[in-house]
């Protein structure tokens, strides 16, 4: 704000009284234009106490927009300076303090930079690269000066687009796309950023893809290219490209390579596509022949199955029948021997009768019982015959009837036996 010269001046005065010196400071109101002019103060001091007042002057500057010094020049590396005998201070302004303020912010701002997750930062200095490296998150560094740049230490995916290549035929295809899929180990960041730059990708990744499969196109024509070994370029490449890594830039790893399908001539592919219909049908032909084979396969099992089956359940009755019979038969044997059992129980039963009827009759069958019962007998005959002479008719009867026990005893005796 600017000091203005044509102003009302009302006097304030107060003492102030330090070093022996009078000095008195008035302070100065205006109005013009209805408003409230600057204020400034003005000193009074002896000539010879012009040193020490212009030390009061300089403390007293920066509450002041203006000072009237009497009896005293003042100069001060031009912040104060003098007008007749008025020096007058320049006043303390907002928008000095703003564009400070907006100098240490624009200063932050080229100073301040933030370092994403997952990346390292590296620092160059007049293009020379600083050892220092930094992790994630806000850093300060000297502005214009010192530049960086951030390098990735995650998993990140490099693609190499419309790669060419010739075939050992001399036919020219390109690849679309070849993703190369790697990672950078963080304590190998230095090293590999100090000999092939933050862009060592474009060294050691894209220009070893072109130079890799253009050596693989060299050594096979195009059906082996496109058909016949398409499915190992992308194993072929990935080994090619960590080998040389690990000799070159240790700490780099690829983790996998993805190989786009190749363009080929248009005559070319045209035919390549008729011959893959004809493959397409060919295979066709040959999978309905399958699965009529499979057909017939399935049916002569269902029959074999069907067959077998029916053996098992023939040869299950068989042993079921053999089974019964065998059964039958052990009945059979069971009931033969319970028979015989039973007939040796009898037969030993009767015998045992006998042969105790028989014991009895030795002990009934005595002389005198005989006779007595040849006499019971003859009395009750209603006949008497008589022999040649009396006396030899009991004799003779008596004589047969001993030889008919005698005969009668030996029967029960033999039957007995045969029993």
């Known amino acids: 704000m600017t000091l203005r010269r044509d102003i009302t001046i009302n006097l304030t005065t107060y003492q102030l009284h330090r070093d022996k010196q009078r000095v008195t400071t008035s302070r100065h109101t205006s109005h013009r234009s209805g408003r409230n002019a600057d204020p400034f103060r003005t000193i009074h001091s002896p000539r010879n106490a012009c040193p020490n007042n212009s030390v009061r002057l300089i403390l ?95 998993m990140q995916t490099d693609e190499v687009k419309n790669v060419p290549c010739g075939t050992s ?4 295809i390109y690849f679309d796309r070849i993703e190369v899929v790697n990672v950078l180990a963080r304590d ?11 862009d060592y990708d474009k060294t050691l990744i894209f220009n070893k893809v072109h130079h890799e499969l253009n050596q693989f ?65 060919l295979l066709i ?27 098992q359940v023939a040869k299950i009755q068989h042993e079921q029948k053999i089974s019964e019979q065998e059964t039958l038969k052990k009945m059979s044997l069971i009931e033969d021997e319970m028979y015989l ?7 030993d039963a009767s015998f045992y009768a006998k042969e105790r009827e028989a014991a009895g009759n030795r002990q009934l069958l005595t002389k005198e019982y005989l006779e007595l019962r040849r006499y019971e007998a003859i009395a009750n005959n209603n006949k008497v015959y008589f022999g040649r002479d009396i006396p030899n008719m009991f004799y003779e009867a008596g004589s047969s009837n001993r030889e008919d026990a005698r005969v009668a005893k030996r029967s029960t005796i033999n039957s007995s036996t045969d029993s």
């Open 188 to 198: 190998s960041v230095y090293e590999i950023v100090r000999n092939y730059t933050a």
């Open 60 to 154: 007293l500057a920066p509450t002041c927009r203006g000072l009237r010094w009497k009896n005293c020049l003042v100069l001060n590396d031009g912040v104060l300076f003098s007008v007749g005998k008025r020096v007058v201070v320049m006043p303390v302004d907002a928008r000095a303090l703003l564009v400070a303020l907006g100098a240490l912010v624009c200063t932050m701002c080229v100073s301040l930079h933030r370092i994403e997750e997952g990346h390292v930062g590296v620092y160059y200095r007049g293009g020379a690269l600083l050892k220092t490296t930094s992790n994630p998150g806000y850093h300060l560094m000297v502005p214009l000066i010192t530049t960086y740049r951030s390098i990735q230490i995650t």
């Open 285 to 311: 032909s040959v999978q309905r022949q399958k699965v009529v084979e499979k057909d017939a396969e399935t049916e002569r099992k269902k029959a074999i199955i069907e067959a077998e089956k029916n053996a």
């Open 341 to 347: 059992s039973k007939q040796k129980a009898l037969a």
């Open 217 to 281: 196109c060299s050594r096979h024509n195009l059906q082996e290219v496109y058909i016949d070994l398409f499915d190992q370029i992308d194993e072929n490449l990935k080994t090619a490209l960590q080998r040389d890594l690990t000799v070159l830039a240790p700490g780099l790893y690829v983790q996998a390579v993805r190989v786009t399908k190749p363009k080929i001539p248009e005559t070319i592919r045209r035919d390549y596509e008729a011959m893959e219909a004809e493959k397409t049908k």
């Open 169 to 172: 035929g001399g036919v020219m």
